[in-house]
């Protein structure tokens, strides 16, 4: 199972960027999906985007345009880059992974995650 530790969170003005890593040790990344999730006090735990080995990715609406998911397979890192950032991106960040080739359900669904990192926190000043 691939153990993944998130960094790169902090604090960002709004119109501000920040650019997240999460480190996967354990296996190859390639063999999954890597997804973000962002959760916020008081709300439930939200796809972000994901990222799959072929190279497909997939961005929540209230991101795109704004993020951008990559990996660095010989790193074994995946990363979001952050730009124009909003008050409402303040949130406690979460790297995923799944195993398997194809999702049952969906790539924003939580549930087909197995491997999750500890999160990394972003906070977003007006």
């Known amino acids: 199972q691939v153990h993944l530790v998130e960094s790169g969170g902090g604090l960002a003005q709004v119109g501000g960027s920040l650019n997240l890593s999460c480190e996967a040790s354990?296996?190859?990344?390639?063999?999954?999906?890597m997804g973000w999730f962002r959760q916020a006090p008081g709300k439930e735990r939200e796809f972000v985007a994901c990222?799959?080995?072929?190279?497909?990715?997939y961005y929540a609406d209230s991101v795109k345009g704004r993020f951008t998911i990559s990996g660095d397979y010989a790193k074994n890192t995946v990363y979001l880059q952050m730009n124009n950032l909003r008050p409402e991106d303040a949130a406690m960040y979460y790297c995923?992974?799944?195993?398997?080739?194809?999702?049952?359900?969906?790539?924003?669904?939580?549930?087909?995650?197995?491997?999750w990192g500890q999160g990394t926190q972003v906070t977003v000043s007006s």
């Open positions: 995923a992974a799944n195993p398997k080739i194809y999702f049952t359900v969906g790539v924003d669904h939580a549930a087909e995650y197995k491997s």
């Open positions: 354990g296996d190859l990344m390639s063999r999954y999906a």
């Open positions: 990222i799959k080995s072929v190279g497909l990715t």
